[in-house]
């Protein structure tokens, strides 16, 4: 992730990523009460563009809002100085990861009256790969909603992710999906989730999902492009009518399901509607199609 010469941005100032450290009782550590984003870099016609930095920068605050943590920084101040790290390090294609964390010395249970703000950069592939995935549903849920803001991108819910990741990958699969606390399919550990049928895309509705960047560009792309959207609960079972699934992510970006668990589905995913807008969506964030929708 970093060498010597990777430089940071940490409260203030741009270091060594290799000194950008934390201590040992800072809150964060213990309790996981972090928020962060994830957001990628793409080499433009026009230079380095962050795809949807400020939807990643209002989500961060929101997070933040969400588990009472201080943000001081504007969002239009995280952008500028996220440019700056890319800048520093030569990058363009990049995944940049803004932190925001509980640093100082504090055991106890009460909301921190100050944070600290990470920004690190490096440079990542397409997370999941670019095979069609292997899914599992995972024995481990969402986490529910009336017990932790899931909505937020908190440091925390990602022990969830994690356990459900490593599971599924236990048991051969290339990864897990992960059903909501009333039985519903939600999301994967780091993707939202969405199926074709009869020239149609269904996706889970807010509630127990993180509502993903991607997936709002995914469903701008698929409506401009004159294919119906639908919001909706299904269950894993209904997965067996489907023709077609796919995952997104920033980190994942657009990524094909060949199956999950038993179920296998027909269509290749080159030749689906998540297929194609995968273009569009590449073609989008590279600066070779003009924005859409939000
Ligand atoms: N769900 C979860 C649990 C995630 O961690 C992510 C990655 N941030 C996503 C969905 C996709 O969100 P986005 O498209 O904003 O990266």
Request: glycine share 10%; with cysteine.
């Amino acid at each position: 992730y970093y060498s010597p010469d990777t430089v940071a941005f940490l409260d203030g100032a741009f270091v060594p990523a290799a000194q950008a450290t934390c201590g040992v009782y800072a809150q964060s550590l213990h309790y996981g009460y972090a928020v962060f984003e994830g957001m990628r870099s793409y080499r433009t016609p026009a230079g380095p563009r962050i795809f949807k930095a400020e939807a990643h920068y209002e989500r961060l605050h929101y997070s933040c809002r969400a588990i009472g943590l201080p943000l001081t920084y504007p969002v239009a101040e995280l952008t500028r100085l996220s440019y700056e790290v890319l800048e520093r390090n030569g990058l363009q294609d990049a995944y940049i990861r803004p932190l925001v964390f509980a640093g100082a010395p504090n055991m106890s249970l009460q909301a921190a009256a100050t944070s600290n703000v990470l920004i690190a950069v490096w440079e990542w592939g397409k997370y999941l790969g670019d095979q069609s995935l292997r899914l599992t549903i995972s024995p481990y849920e969402r986490p529910n909603p009336r017990a932790v803001p899931i909505e937020a991108k908190v440091a925390g819910h990602y022990v969830n992710s994690i356990v459900a990741s490593t599971e599924a990958k236990g048991r051969g699969f290339d990864e897990a999906l992960l059903l909501d606390m009333n039985g519903f399919v939600a999301e994967g550990p780091g993707a939202n989730f969405f199926f074709e049928r009869g020239g149609e895309l269904f996706t889970p509705p807010a509630g127990s999902i993180l509502r993903g960047i991607t997936r709002n560009t995914l469903i701008d792309l698929a409506r401009a492009a004159g294919i119906r959207v639908t919001e909706t609960f299904f269950t894993a079972t209904e997965l067996r009518t489907a023709e077609a699934a796919f995952m997104t992510g920033t980190a994942a970006e657009v990524i094909g399901i060949a199956s999950v668990d038993e179920v296998v589905f027909p269509r290749p995913f080159a030749d689906s509607i998540g297929g194609q807008l995968a273009e569009r969506y590449h073609a989008l964030v590279t600066g070779q199609l003009v924005a859409v929708g939000s």
